[in-house]
């Protein structure tokens, strides 16, 4: 495994995952989008960002939006 694949965030256990989150000092390190009922929650560890959305794709596009990864 090569050093980036060591660095890489999918590779961390759950737990280790959601302690960097936590520990982020308010960036933008982890968006979740989790069922809720007919629609999903989605937030970011930021704390500045909290939307539904209508499926997960619709909250998945809104999160590459809040982080700057894709254009508005």
């Known amino acids: 495994m090569?050093?980036?694949d060591e660095d890489?965030?999918?590779?961390?256990?759950p737990l280790e995952f959601l302690q960097n989150i936590?520990?982020?000092g308010g960036w933008?390190?982890?968006q979740a989008i989790i069922p809720d009922g007919d629609d999903y929650k989605c937030w970011?560890?930021?704390g500045n960002w909290?939307?539904?959305?209508g499926s997960t794709e619709e909250g998945?596009?809104?999160a590459r939006v809040h982080?700057?990864?894709i254009p508005a």
């Open 2 to 4: 090569s050093e980036l």
């Open 8 to 13: 890489n965030s999918l590779h961390e256990l």
């Open 22 to 24: 936590a520990n982020s």
């Open 28 to 30: 933008c390190d982890g």
């Open 44 to 46: 970011c560890s930021c």
């Open 50 to 53: 909290a939307i539904r959305a």
């Open 60 to 62: 998945l596009r809104a």
């Open 67 to 69: 982080t700057g990864s």
